[in-house]
């Protein structure tokens, strides 16, 4: 990816904040964060100060396994928009990790047209930028 390209890209990446630090940081190192409620006990995504169940704002961070199946997904064949469209065709997929939360994220590593709801997936981090790594998810 050239530097034009990298410029355009970057306006999409996502930017920490006060709330999902410890996620992006987490992905940095190579750690899927989630975060858990410590009153009703379930994970949740996205990183969020309120359980999203109970309500509660007695949550803490966790490390995920990182392991999943793919929940619903969608191969993207067109997008004009640099530097998607050199990417072309790729999978935005729903991953359900084993811990119960969903997230959407891109399945890498193999051809769009193997993709199938409920292929078992890991993560796999991409960096892109000093600040910036992507968790993305590869068959397993």
Excluded at 111 to 127: L, Y
Aim: some cysteine; proline content about 7%; charged content about 25%.
């Amino acid at each position: 990816m050239d530097e034009a390209e990298y410029k355009l890209f970057r306006n999409h990446l996502p930017i920490a904040d006060g709330e999902t630090a410890p996620y992006w940081e987490g992905a940095k190192q190579g750690t899927l964060r989630i975060k858990r409620c410590t009153a009703c006990d379930r994970p949740f995504f996205y990183p969020r100060t309120y359980c999203p169940r109970c309500g509660s704002d007695a949550t803490r961070w966790m490390d995920a396994s990182g392991r999943g199946h793919v929940y619903s997904y969608t191969v993207i064949a067109h997008n004009d928009v640099a530097p998607f469209k050199e990417w072309l065709p790729y999978v935005v997929a729903l991953v359900e990790l084993d811990e119960g939360p969903r997230l959407v994220t891109n399945i890498v590593g193999c051809d769009t047209r193997h993709v199938k709801v409920g292929q078992r997936v890991e993560v796999v981090f991409e960096k892109i930028d000093e600040a910036v790594t992507l968790p993305k998810f590869r068959p397993v």
